[in-house]
């Protein structure tokens, strides 16, 4: 798919991952749509750079974002391509006094019901694309859990298997779906979490790569390596993953 004078639309797209992906997006003159949470931030982006629209939006409200999806369906019915980015992570222990009922449900919504939520409501819309494709950023994490984030690792494993599964439904379609699995990236989710991180313009070179190309599951930097070691010795990459907390 050439990018130029395609629209876009990226969650979460102030930070991290989904601003380099904007920039990126930008450059090749693409139609650009931004939903985060953050309406100053959103709107600096927007005085920024010429965006095809912004929205504010807290994707865990399931009311909210089913609104927004209808309002995106109105304002933008030549939208050709959905990148599912936000998301967030609770690096803590699942029965510590810091994990709350709210927390674990708030997560869930996050990073697993509204991509779907998102892409029901917007699929009809895809479909009357004569190209179109989703993009769901998961994550290496969705391969071989870690010890804390239990529920970050939970939502991402059922985000990957459920992106599998709405390929084989639309694999006759004009929409094509696509996995990014990055490593740990350099954003603010995660600040003071390991070391050696990705920078966020390596991940968003994968994503524009994968939507340009053909490539429906693409395995950033060192989760390539992951992926191979869970397959010849899942043993291995568990224990591994296990020691990093």
């Not at 094509?176 to 490593?183: A, M, N, Q, V, Y």
């Not at 600040?191 to 991180?197: D, E, L, M, T």
Request: glycine residues 6%.
């Amino acid at each position: 798919m050439d990018l130029r004078g395609v629209k876009v639309l990226i969650t979460g797209g102030t930070s991290g991952i989904g601003l380099a992906t904007v920039e990126a997006l930008l450059r090749e003159e693409a139609s650009v749509i931004v939903v985060a949470r953050d309406k100053n931030k959103l709107a600096a982006l927007n005085n920024k750079h010429d965006l095809a629209g912004i929205y504010s939006c807290d994707l865990a409200n399931s009311k909210a974002l089913i609104t927004l999806g209808e309002q995106l369906v109105n304002d933008h019915p030549d939208l050709q391509v959905l990148i599912n980015n936000a998301g967030i992570q609770n690096n803590i222990q699942f029965d510590s006094d810091e994990s709350t009922t709210h927390k674990i449900e708030y997560e869930m919504q996050a990073n697993f019901l509204a991509p779907l939520l998102l892409i029901r409501t917007l699929l009809p819309v895809l479909k009357k694309q004569q190209e179109a494709a989703i993009l769901n950023v998961t994550t290496g994490l969705a391969l071989v859990p870690k010890t804390n984030s239990a529920v970050y690792c939970g939502t991402k494993g059922g985000l990957r298997i459920f992106t599998q599964a709405l390929r084989n439904q639309l694999a006759e379609s004009n929409v094509r779906i696509i996995e990014i699995l990055p490593p740990v990236v350099e954003t603010p989710m995660t600040v003071g979490r390991g070391s050696n991180k990705l920078h966020p313009d390596k991940v968003a070179a994968a994503i524009l790569s994968s939507i340009k190309g053909r490539a429906n599951e693409v395995y950033v930097s060192k989760t390539k390596l992951l992926y191979w070691l869970a397959r010849v010795s899942p043993a291995i990459a568990r224990n591994m993953m296990r020691r990093l907390g």
